[in-house]
């Protein structure tokens, strides 16, 4: 119980000390003004199939190009983004 009390007392008084600091409101704004945006990002997001017939079937109804990358792992699995 006591460990739970000070774990929210240090969280509590990390968040009162960050909220009124200057210094780390000025590095926030200036890393909101440098974040690139959803829309800037688009680009680099991937859409993956779940197999070479959808991505097939996929891309000629929206016209696009298939990227195919193919991983020979022992523990891969691209599915589930283990590589």
């Excluded at 688009?42 to 991505?55: F, Q």
Aim: hydrophobic residues 50%; aromatic residues 8%.
């Amino acid at each position: 119980m006591r460990l739970v009390i000070t774990s929210l007392a240090v969280v509590f008084l990390t968040g009162v000390a960050f909220s009124e600091n200057p210094s780390a409101k000025r590095v926030l704004a200036g890393y909101e003004a440098l974040r690139p945006s959803a829309k800037d990002l688009a680009m680099y997001r991937l859409d993956w199939a779940e197999s070479l017939d959808v991505a097939l079937k996929r891309a000629i109804r929206e016209n696009r190009p298939i990227c195919l990358v193919i991983i020979f792992a022992k523990y891969g699995d691209m599915a589930s983004g283990h590589c």
